[in-house]
């Protein structure tokens, strides 16, 4: 007998696929494996934590999710399509093209061309994929900056403003065109524990506003204690995850002393010797 689909309980119906399912991923470099064998579902409209020590891989597996790098093995699914193998015809790109369209990137970096005002640097993804005409932009690109707390800021200059502000202006360009999906490399490095709260709320606010799904890479305690629904952790040293679950419980619960040092650390910091 076939067994029966997954239901949800509620109305009987069956349950939809995760937003997004990493299955089975190899990541490698040439001959140099850094993580294998992944897995892991994120949930429609939870923050989600890829975390784990320094080269463990964190942002080389949002490459792989946004397409940047191809798997060695394995996919990811987004609603159940699969992004890496499921084309038809041509060499993919076109799929991938069109599943990353949903997607808004912050890279590590959070570069914003210095050359151009706050409003230009966010207008550049409208004015290159979407048919608003320049009035419209202006009122997407005002809206979009008063959403990171940027109103009045639209002409000033990248090299004009605090590490804070550039972060919510890169925050604002990665939302120009509606993304469902936010993917965000280390967001918080690199500024104090003031600012770094403050985007962490921002991340929190666009989630329960907008309905994003929002996958983080963060070594951050403070940010993954504040705003992670859900996290995996990646291990360098035998390259594959070997945890996943709400960190809150995984502090205490984790199987891996490992990742239960990793989330207790700030309190070891704090403790006098
Ligand atoms: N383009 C590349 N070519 C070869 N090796 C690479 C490349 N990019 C990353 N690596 C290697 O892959 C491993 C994982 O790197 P990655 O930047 O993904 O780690 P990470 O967990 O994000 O680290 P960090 O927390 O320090 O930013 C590292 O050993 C790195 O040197």
């Known amino acids: 007998m076939e067994p029966a689909p997954p239901r949800n309980g ?41 975390m784990g020590d320094s080269g463990c891989g964190k942002s080389t597996m949002l490459k ?13 699914l987004y609603d159940g399509e699969s992004f890496w193998g499921g084309s038809a015809g041509g060499d993919g790109t076109d799929h991938r093209m069109a599943i990353s369209r949903r997607f ?10 210095s050359s151009m005002t706050l409003a230009e640097n966010v207008a ?7 048919d608003l005409d320049a009035r419209e932009v202006a009122e997407m690109v005002a809206l ?16 004009e403003i605090s590490g804070g502000m ?30 770094s709260r403050r985007l962490d709320d921002l ?36 390259r594959t995850a070997i945890a996943h679950g709400n960190p809150r419980d995984l502090i205490d619960h984790a199987e891996s002393p490992k990742v239960r040092e990793f989330l207790h650390r700030g309190e070891m910091a704090a403790t006098p010797v």
């Not at 808004?104 to 061309?113: C, D, E, I, N």
């Not at 929190?204 to 705003?227: C, K, P, Q, Y």
């Open 104 to 113: 808004g990137v912050l890279f590590q970096s959070g570069a914003l061309w």
């Open 10 to 50: 509620q109305n009987g119906q069956a349950a939809p696929p995760p937003r997004i399912a990493v299955r089975n991923l190899d990541m490698a470099f040439g001959g140099f494996v850094v993580q294998r064998d992944v897995s892991f579902t994120v949930r429609r409209g939870e923050i989600f934590v890829i």
């Open 203 to 238: 991340i929190l606010e666009l989630r329960d506003n907008l309905g994003s799904t929002v996958v983080i890479v963060t070594h951050e305690l403070a940010s993954i204690f504040a705003i992670a629904d859900d996290a995996v952790f990646l291990d360098a040293e035998s």
């Open 166 to 195: 550039r972060k919510r202006a890169g925050l604002a360009r990665a939302m120009a065109l509606d993304p469902d999906i936010l993917f965000l490399d280390e967001p918080s490095a690199g500024l104090d524990p003031l600012s």
């Open 144 to 159: 979009k900056l008063a959403l990171v707390g940027l109103r009045g800021f639209e002409e000033y200059y990248p090299s």
């Open 124 to 130: 550049l993804p409208m004015t290159l994929y979407t």
């Open 64 to 76: 792989h999710m946004i397409g940047l790098i191809r798997p060695a093995r394995g996919d990811v």
